[in-house]
């Protein structure tokens, strides 16, 4: 019953340096999405993806890409990371259904120095 | 542009009292999706309740109930005998039919024994 596994679950960066966090679902659900949680701002969507091959913008996605290459897995990059990009990442995923709650990993606390 | 808004930072509740936390939203789809979600100080997000925007009756789950006024773009959550275990984190948020989510600044709820 592992549901929404997010790797790793903590990171820190130097400026400039790079890293992908990983996601991974096993409930076979279409949809699957990346937020960045910051204090006193709740959550704020970053890509997100409705299938296989398939990514989409959300609220905040300047500074980051997303990969779906496979159904189950969900890649969130930081080509060169800045101090702002500081922050806890929580993966999701869902049904693709619009009624369908998400399924949310246990997040990744990342600080960039 | 899709926007929720939590105006309650913080809530303080006696334990076994009611408490109502207020969400508005603001969207000009037609169909859409709101929900609730816990987070506990330990940081996982639990999912608590869903209302419909064609849902004609308000959702029940449990403990916990939505008081949806369609017509003032509100989805407030009700919990009814607050438990200690209640105190947490807050969030409300809307799904779009392009997949959008959006979550508000969420409210602090702390029940009082």
């Not at chain 1, 903590?10 to 992908?20: A, C, D, E, P």
């Not at chain 1, 905040?60 to 990371?81: H, T």
């Not at chain 2, 076994?16 to 789809?29: I, N, R």
């Not at chain 2, 999706?33 to 816990?38: A, H, I, P, Q, S």
């Amino acid at each position: 019953n592992a549901g929404v596994t997010q790797t790793p679950k903590f990171r820190v960066l130097k400026t400039g340096q790079s890293m992908t966090l990983l996601c991974a679902q096993d409930m076979n659900h279409e949809y699957m999405y990346w937020y960045r949680q910051d204090p006193g701002m709740g959550l704020r969507l970053i890509h997100y993806s409705v299938g296989e091959g398939t990514t989409a913008k959300g609220e905040v996605p300047d500074g980051y890409n997303v990969s779906r290459l496979k159904k189950q897995n969900f890649l969130l990059g930081l080509e060169s990371a800045a101090p702002s990009q500081t922050s806890v990442y929580f993966c999701a995923s869902s049904r693709d259904s619009l009624n369908q709650p998400q399924h949310f990993g246990d997040g990744t606390r990342l600080s960039i120095l | 542009a899709q926007k929720i808004t939590q105006t309650q930072p913080g809530m303080f509740v006696q334990e076994k009292e009611a408490v109502t936390l207020d969400c508005t939203y603001d969207t000009s789809d037609q169909s859409y999706g709101l929900f609730w979600y816990k987070q506990p100080s330990s940081g996982e997000m639990i999912f608590l309740i869903y209302q419909g925007s064609y849902d004609e009756q308000n959702a029940t789950e449990g403990r916990y109930s939505l008081n949806f006024q369609k017509a003032r773009k509100s989805a407030n959550l009700v919990i009814s005998a607050s438990q200690l275990g209640d105190s947490a984190m807050y969030f409300c948020a809307m799904r779009t039919n392009n997949n959008d989510m959006r979550f508000g600044a969420g409210t602090r709820l702390t029940v009082k024994p």
